[in-house]
């Protein structure tokens, strides 16, 4: 690649003189209308060509080749997988100043949770139930993005998912609509510097990408990349609301999923990305394909790369991410009269009004900035990335108030994730480097007065399984098998333990066990583990889990030998410095489950807005001819909203304001709360409703709302929520948005097994 070096004080006539001018009073409209006017045919489909170069780290087989021509003929309109101010730069002076239309290019990145200062992954962001803070997560990684070149994220992710099988789970918000529907609004808004695209041209936004459209969180068997197949009011009601949310708060692209939808792979599906996604929601942005999902529709039987790239276009997608089918194969179908130049066109036009949105027109370098550099891993990112992950954290038991651990404590720190960065981070996070991350034995360290008190021992490895390993290594060593022996290395771990006051074991999965391509059929502890935490158990001493993991695992057997557990997830870069402070009380974790956690894999799909049957098994007693197991409770091992504090909080009865509501009222419903423990702390409130007679079977309960509330020790506060008719409807038979007249149930309570209601009517 040719680096053109040009005297400061030539860059702006240069600038002039290579980018297509934006004319004074010049709307968008007539800017890339007379663009347009320019373009060949190629230059068009060269628009809608996203590529990946050979050197960038892959989630498919497939490269883009010869770049640097491609980019020169106007054949490409944008490029992830390439990183760092210098290179983009080189690369945007290529199309800026060497294609004959010197078009800008859009750089995008998976910027899932943070960029290099790596956020808690997003499930343990939802965890949070923060909106405020999940939104500022998207803003800071859109600062640090934006200061090292990039302009657009694939991200959010807000792929309802039930099945924690499904690695994937660890990229989203969990199970529920409508907390889901909050938290894409919010990454939304905090990617793009407010709601809609007003401030998408400030050079510290980005242009945020909704996926995978759509139901890619419904994977039959949890096997990623699998068949899908639900029905519309199952899409409508509880996998949709996400997507629509984050469209309708002006989400730039939406990336469609691999799986197919109704037998038609999403890239391909017609009803999905026009009737749905344009002309029921009114998405004005442009569509973008997953990796090839293109042209792996011809796996899926659809036809060759000709048929299957002509599809799409005629489906409603405009850009196509690394196949390169539109770019080989459209020009032959538009003359065969299989495309129409109409839709070329309008593909084209989004891509460019993206970049208009963006201000690459204005200045292609906008997002190359030198001056920003010292933006990338600055103190205050770091900063956040601790507070977020203290944020995120789930207190799942905490037996004898053994946490907070006392500062005199002499504590036995063990196990394979205790003195670990590499898998600090969290899966999807390419752009973080591990070395930057704090672990937790380091945590303890930073803290004044502690370093002497820890010992440390790993105690066994993630896993002992060499294959397993292996699987899991493949773009770096997150799994290390120790040359000791397993014997060798829970002997020192027992010793270590023996002259301890508590043991904190840090176990769980290692990142990449979670996360694309990582779908599991067991959802244990591996069993190295597993030996380790019943040996730890065994010497009586209170026993601290700090649990990593990316998504529920079926822990009932550890959760039942340990004195307390802590749920971390992957916390990031600042993770061991968030670990150490909320095990010593500096914060009082106060995060609740957006999944529900399994007693066994058997119950999965699991979820707690499920619909009755007509043979309801009346609690988790069992009964003949009921819905239920001969082996295994229904409900689950950790309720959906389940999470403890050092304090304790006391909820009285709801009460309403009214006994019934009218269409165009509102009532409220509300309790009083209590800080009974001896922490100040907070309580997600959780309002859920149950519709008690419908057209169709309807869940048992539903969230429609919640707070956050802090309270001091002793404190007690009454908490409100405003219940209006809008707030009732769902998708009927007839796929018709509305609410219907009846009695509801209304539940304020801690999780959503809250068993108090009292009922209303609409009338
Ligand atoms: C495939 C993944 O499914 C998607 O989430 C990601 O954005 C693309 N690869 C690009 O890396």
């Known amino acids: ?64 080749t010869d770049v640097e021509g491609k980019i020169k003929r106007g054949l490409v309109g944008g490029m992830f997988g ?25 750089f995008g990145s998976d910027i899932i949770h943070g960029y290099k200062t790596a956020f808690p992954i997003p499930l343990a962001l939802s965890a949070s139930w923060d909106l405020a803070m999940i939104e500022k997560s998207a ?26 099988r499904w690695g994937r789970v660890a990229e989203g918000a969990g199970e529920d609509p409508f907390l889901g529907s909050a938290i894409a609004k919010a990454m939304v808004v905090g990617y793009q510097g407010g709601a809609g695209n007003a401030n998408l041209s400030t050079g510290k936004s980005l242009l945020s990408c909704v996926k995978h459209f759509a139901l890619y969180g419904a994977p039959e068997g949890g096997r990623d990349y699998n068949t899908v197949d639900m029905s519309r009011h199952k899409m409508y009601n509880d996998y949709f609301p996400p997507y629509k949310a984050a469209v309708d708060a002006g989400a730039g692209s939406v990336m469609t999923s691999f799986n197919d939808v109704d037998g038609v792979p999403a890239s391909g599906n017609k009803w999905l990305l026009t009737s749905v996604l344009r002309n ?53 179908s538009l003359q065969s009269g299989k495309v129409s130049m109409a839709a070329i066109d309008a593909a084209c036009k989004r891509i460019l009004e993206a970049k208009y949105d963006l201000g690459l027109f204005e200045d292609p370098f906008k997002y190359l900035k030198q001056e920003r550099s010292s933006e990338v891993l600055s103190a205050d990112k770091r900063a956040f990335a601790k507070e977020a992950a203290m944020r995120s954290f789930v207190l799942l038991k905490n037996d004898n108030q ?11 720190l063990i196990g394979p994730l205790a003195n670990d960065r590499s898998n600090m981070p969290g899966t999807w996070s390419i752009n973080a480097d591990a070395k930057q991350a704090v672990a937790v034995l380091e945590g303890f360290h930073n803290r004044p007065g502690i370093g002497s008190k820890v010992m440390y021992a790993k105690g066994a490895n993630l896993s002992d399984d060499p294959v397993f390993a292996a699987k899991i290594n493949v773009f770096g060593e997150k799994i290390s098998i120790d040359t000791r022996t397993p014997q060798a290395l829970l002997a020192e771990a027992l010793a270590v333990a023996a002259a301890s006051d508590v043991i904190v074991a840090v176990v769980g999965e290692a990142s990449e066990m979670s ?47 340990a004195t307390a557990v802590l749920d971390v997830w992957h916390a990031g870069t600042e993770a061991g410095n968030a670990v150490a402070s909320v095990l010593y009380g500096d914060y009082n974790p106060a995060g609740k489950l957006t999944m529900s956690f399994p ?70 419903a509300s309790i009083t709360l209590t800080n009974t423990g001896n922490y100040d702390g907070e309580e997600v409130v959780q309002l859920y409703i149950k519709d008690d007679v419908a057209s169709i079977t309807r869940p048992l309960k539903e969230l429609k709302g919640f707070q956050k509330v802090f309270l001091k ?51």
């Open 599 to 668: 007693r066994n894999v058997g119950q999965i799909p699991i979820y707690y807005s499920v619909r009755n049957t007509g043979r309801p098994n009346g609690g988790d007693v069992f009964g003949k001819y009921k819905s239920n197991y001969l082996d295994v409770e229904n409900s689950p091992l950790l309720p959906f909203g389940y999470g403890l504090s050092y304090t304790s909080f006391s909820y009285t009865k709801p009460v309403l304001s009214a006994n019934s509501l009218t269409a165009n009222a509102s009532l409220t």
């Open 82 to 106: 390439i990183a760092g101010l210098e290179k983009i730069k080189k690369v945007q002076e290529l199309a800026v100043r060497e294609s004959r239309l010197r078009i800008p290019m859009l």
């Open 139 to 164: 803003q800071m990684a859109a600062l640090e993005a934006t200061a090292d070149g990039l302009n657009w994220t694939f991200s959010p992710m807000v792929d309802i998912a039930r099945d924690p």
């Open 280 to 332: 029921q929601w009114g998405f004005k942005g442009f569509v973008v394909s997953d990796y090839t999902s293109v042209t792996e529709m011809i796996n899926h039987g659809i036809g060759d790369t000709a048929a299957v790239s002509a599809l799409s276009l005629n489906a409603g997608l405009d850009m196509d991410m690394v196949s390169e089918g539109f770019l080989n194969t459209l020009q032959k």
């Open 515 to 561: 996360g694309e391509a990582a779908s599991r059929s067991s959802l244990d502890i591996p069993e190295s583990q597993q030996k380790l935490i019943e040996a730890l158990s065994k010497t009586g001493k209170p026993l601290v889990l700090v649990l990593m993991n990316g998504r529920p695992l079926t822990i009932a057997k550890e959760l039942n030998a």
């Open 402 to 412: 053994v946490l907070p651990l006392k500062q005199g404590q002499k504590i036995a």
């Open 1 to 64: 690649m040719r680096l053109i070096l040009i005297p400061k004080f030539l860059f702006f006539i240069v600038l002039v003189a290579t980018t297509p001018c934006i004319a004074q009073k010049q709307t968008k409209a007539q800017f890339i209308g007379s663009l347009m006017a320019k373009m060949t045919l190629q230059e068009k489909l060269g628009q809608l060509n996203l590529i990946i170069p050979g050197d960038a780290s892959v989630t498919g087989t497939v490269v883009s």
């Open 713 to 763: 020790k002793g404190e007690s506060k009454t908490v409100i929520f405003t219940i209006d008719e809008k707030l009732l409807r769902f998708y009927n038979a007839d796929l018709k948005h509305t609410s219907e007249k009846g009695s509801f149930q209304v539940y304020i309570g801690t999780n959503a097994l809250v068993e108090n209601s009292v009922s209303f009517q609409l009338k």
